[in-house]
């Protein structure tokens, strides 16, 4: 069973800087596409950096510049460092994994197709 735990979520003021983490057990390759999702309070969830298996990586409009997502595969983690934080960044993070049979282009789109899910992190952004 593929589990996924999240954590290094917290509260900053705007500008600064978190690390999440997400430590990934159950999966036996490296053929799965990984990303970060966010859902703030009363909106729907968007996908917000995505890497494929062949470490190729993607990102939203709104974080591209500010956010790197990486992965170590042997430390089977996945990271998202985010810097420059806005308070519209305040969210709880989610890092879900499915297999690699998805276009790309869909990374950070069909959450319905994502087979597994965290629990979340939260993170709260200040101005």
């Known amino acids: 069973q593929v589990q996924l735990v999240e954590s290094g979520g917290g509260s900053v003021q705007s500008g600064g800087s978190l690390r999440l983490v997400c430590a990934v057990s159950g999966v036996t390759d490296n053929r799965y596409q990984m990303t970060w999702f966010r859902q703030a309070s009363g909106k729907e969830r968007e996908g917000v950096a995505g890497?494929?298996?062949?470490?190729?990586?993607t990102y939203a409009d709104s974080v591209k510049g500010r956010f790197t997502i990486s992965k170590d595969s042997a430390k089977k983690t996945l990271y998202l460092q985010m810097n420059s934080l806005k308070p519209e960044d305040t969210a709880m993070y989610y890092c879900a994994t499915r297999r690699d049979f998805w276009d790309t282009s869909t990374i950070l789109r069909s959450t319905a197709r994502y087979d597994y899910w965290g629990q979340g992190t939260p993170v709260t952004v200040s101005s």
């Open positions: 890497i494929d298996s062949d470490g190729s990586t």
